[in-house]
């Protein structure tokens, strides 16, 4: 049933008395070749667990990694509750990437990549023999691994966690565009749509604002990708297609998908859905609000 569940963290704990200590291994770098570029993910076992025990398959925000801070913290959380997890680098059209993305780069990468990447690593673990597999992603992965999951709806998994994930108003994405970058997002999207209907996808447009980005170059494909008013990119309209339990944990001073909690409102007849809020904290979740998702996460799995 859908519930919410209100979670404070215990930020005035110190000392060695609440520390913990748990023998986990050491995250293990694997690399997948596919359409000519070596592909990266980080898998970290629990402690006495194996691959059959199940595997949380992670999906990082906007131009990140699989081991920036929340996902590290969270890989290593969840080994401490017994839970294996395989934390993925999207490629974004970079061979062997790790690190966040350069802003220098030639942006040529697309939202909805995102699906086929994820598909390849699911496939992946089924090959190499995992139990059974979960889903948790942040942010824009968080729409990425929704759609992924509504669209693809991989065999066997029977459950999501989205932490903090992307919701989507195209008025509002203009806005803020126009407001960072001084110039009209239509512009730039036209310019980005006649390319396309040029059958030119690949050609940059040089100098724009792009994503976080300010005078990037980007490919009429990618423009077009980010900034297409497409109900896809909106986790709230796509949770109830996916037909697994659905676990979303917003921050409540979370200044990035501000709108997560009245649109999650809406979504309160969905008995696969349940709705967790964790009191203090910001989009990031650091310190020992990341203990707090670690939390919900298992229970809500629970393994």
Request: hydrophobic residues 45%.
């Amino acid at each position: 049933m859908y519930r919410h569940i209100c979670k404070t963290s215990l930020l005035a704990l110190t000392g060695a008395a609440f520390l913990t200590v748990a023998a986990v291994q050491a995250a293990e770098r694997v690399e997948l070749e596919r359409d000519g570029l070596t592909h990266i993910a980080h898998l970290e076992m629990a402690s006495g667990k194996s691959l059959e025990d199940g595997v949380i398959l992670m999906l990082h925000g906007t131009m990140a990694h699989g081991r920036m801070e929340i996902m590290e913290s969270l890989q290593g959380l969840m080994a401490e509750r017994g839970y294996n997890s395989l934390s993925i680098n999207l490629s974004l059209g970079i061979d062997a990437r790790e690190g966040m993305v350069d802003c220098a780069i030639d942006h040529v990468h697309r939202h909805e990549d995102a699906l086929a990447e994820l598909d390849m690593w699911m496939g992946w673990l089924n090959e190499q023999g995992a139990g059974r597999v979960a889903l948790m992603a942040h942010s824009r992965g968080g729409a990425q691994m929704a759609w992924y999951a509504a669209e693809h709806k991989p065999q066997g998994v029977e459950h999501a966690v989205l932490i903090a994930p992307a919701t989507a108003d195209h008025a509002a994405t203009a806005r803020a565009y126009e407001e960072r970058y001084g110039a009209p997002l239509a512009r730039v999207y036209e310019q980005a749509a006649e390319l396309m209907r040029m059958g030119q996808p690949d050609t940059l447009i040089e100098d724009i604002g792009f994503l976080y980005c300010e005078g990037a170059n980007a490919s009429a494909a990618a423009v077009a990708s980010y900034y297409a008013d497409n109900p896809d990119f909106d986790t709230p309209a796509l949770l109830p297609g996916m037909d697994m339990q659905v676990l979303v944990i917003a921050g409540s001073e979370d200044a990035t998908v501000a709108d997560l909690p009245e649109r999650m409102a809406e979504l309160k007849g969905e008995a696969h859905i349940q709705y967790g809020v964790v009191d203090g904290a910001e989009h990031f979740f650091r310190d020992f609000f990341a203990d707090d998702v670690a939390d919900l996460a298992a229970e809500f799995i629970g393994w």
